[in-house]
């Protein structure tokens, strides 16, 4: 069964620095895409970051507002992939999701949402 459990997440202070990790079992994590997602209070899921399967050329991907601060990564030998996210500001607040589906080895179809498999989430609070 596939599954993701993230940790990581807590409060920092605004410039701070914070890496997220998501735990896969029931997958090898370099055999699938995965995204990371944040909701933050009040607003819709909207994804964050992705990195694709090694089969994939152009990979990893991030929205705009969070280029060049966050840094999507995978480790084989523990399955897990990392979001170290960087110079964090209060419009990173929110909970943050990973997620995958058995039938994506790239990020044009992890980016929509509409995945099978998603994890239980870990709060990220920015604030001074």
């Known amino acids: 069964q596939v599954q993701l459990v993230e940790s990581g997440g807590g409060e920092v202070q605004p410039g701070g620095s914070l890496a997220i990790s998501c735990a896969a079992s029931?997958?090898?994590?370099?055999?699938?895409?995965i995204g990371w997602f944040r909701q933050a209070p009040g607003k819709e899921r909207d994804w964050v970051s992705c990195?694709?399967?090694?089969?994939?050329?152009?990979?990893?991907y991030y929205r705009d507002s969070v280029k060049g601060r966050f840094t999507i990564s995978r480790d084989k030998t523990e399955n897990k992939v990392t979001l170290q996210m960087d110079n964090l500001g209060p419009e990173d607040t929110g909970v943050y999701y990973c997620?995958?589906?058995?039938?994506?080895?790239?990020?044009?179809?992890?980016?929509?949402?509409?995945?099978?498999?998603w994890g239980q989430g870990t709060t990220v609070t920015v604030s001074s």
């Open positions: 997620a995958t589906d058995e039938y994506y080895t790239d990020c044009a179809g992890i980016i929509t949402g509409i995945v099978d498999v």
């Open positions: 029931g997958f090898t994590v370099t055999d699938l895409a």
């Open positions: 990195i694709g399967s090694v089969t994939v050329s152009h990979s990893p």
